[in-house]
């Protein structure tokens, strides 16, 4: 079997889905993102601007949250449905 180190599989389409991208997103800002599902979730961000732009606005969401002061007009636009998504995944995954 030809490997994918594109993120695309043999098809030519993307190797995950934006949405179990979404699932892994939590264990890999976690850090317990298990190498293999990790090297996947890297691929798909290589290929899809949209869920970089993602991952980077719930990061610095997650550390608004954080930020004890943080004024609301300074959060980054996160979708209302991928933050749904998460608490989705989180409910039922974890
Ligand atoms: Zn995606």
Do not use: W
Not at 15 to 25: L, P, Y
Not at 34 to 40: I, N, V, Y
Not at 41 to 65: D, G, L, S, W
Request: hydrophobic share 40%; net charge negative; charged share 20%.
């Amino acid at each position: 079997m030809m490997t994918t180190p594109t993120g695309f599989d043999a098809q030519g389409k993307p190797e995950i889905s934006c949405q179990a991208c979404v699932d892994f997103i939590l264990d890999y800002l976690e850090g317990v993102l298990p190498a293999r599902e990790k090297a996947t979730f890297e691929r798909h961000m290589n290929i899809c601007p949209n869920c970089v732009t993602f991952v980077e606005n719930y990061k610095k969401t997650a550390a608004m949250a954080q930020t004890v002061g943080a004024s609301p007009e300074d959060a980054p636009p996160v979708p209302a449905k991928l933050v749904e998504a998460i608490l989705k995944a989180r409910k039922h995954g974890h």
